[in-house]
Structures are given as C-alpha cells and as structure tokens.
Nanobody, 120 residues
Framework: VQLVESGGGSVQPGGSLRLSCIAS????????MSWYRQAPGKERELVAA????????QYVDSVKGRFTISRDNTKNTLTLRLDNLKPEDTAVYSC??????????????WGQGTQVTVSS
C-alpha cells in the first residue's frame, strides 16, 4: 500500500488549497478513505472521511462548510478541498486508508503528509 499526498502550501487566512492523495497497492474503490491532520504539539485529528463508493462523507465540526472531501475511483485519487482557511487549520495533512468500505474510525495505512500553513 502506498499513499502519496500533494498540494500543501502557505496561504493567507481566507485562502484555499486543494490536496490530493494518489493511492496504489490495493483496490481503491473497496475502502473508505480519510484525511487526518496534526498540528505541532497536538494529537492527530480525523478531519474528513468518505466511503468507498463516495456516497457517504463525514467531517469534524470545525471544518464543516469549509472543507470538501471527494474521490475519483477511476484514478485512485482522494481529494480535499480547503476553503476559507483559518490559522488554526495549520497542520500536516495526511490521507489514510480505511479497513472497510463504510466510513469508519479505523485506518491501517497513512501517507507521509503535506504541510498546510495559514498565516498573514
């Protein structure tokens, strides 16, 4: 299993970013996927999750209405759109593979992560 993220960067508050995760080594459409983030000195946090077919999504309350998770099963790609970014969104964002098709809190593989920095 390999998960490779890209798309992080530095933006001002209110800005937007689009993160991508390319997956390989497993049947992508069979598994839920998620985005986690970890800020310095804080625990890793599950930000958004999506079922294997893409029909079910979940978000942590702090990002609802600002972040959008999606997937393209034809391209083995997971995406997180981040809008109206706030300084508290600053963290390393990683994608993770679920242990089954449905949205879950159980994940068994993570990517290396991509840094998102929100600062004026």
């Amino acid at each position: 299993v390999q998960l490779v993220e890209s798309g992080g960067g530095s933006v001002q508050p209110g800005g937007s970013l689009r993160l991508s995760c390319i997956a390989s080594g497993f049947t992508f459409s069979n598994y839920a996927m998620s985005w986690y983030r970890q800020a310095p000195g804080k625990e890793r946090e599950l930000v958004a999750a999506i079922s294997g077919g893409g029909g079910t999504t979940q978000y942590v309350d702090s990002v609802k209405g600002r972040f959008t998770i999606s997937r393209d099963n034809t391209k083995n790609t997971l995406t997180l759109r981040l809008d109206n970014l706030k300084p508290e969104d600053t963290a390393v964002y990683s994608c993770a593979k679920g242990t089954g098709f449905a949205v879950t809190r159980r994940y068994d593989y993570w990517g290396q992560g991509t840094q998102v920095t929100v600062s004026s």
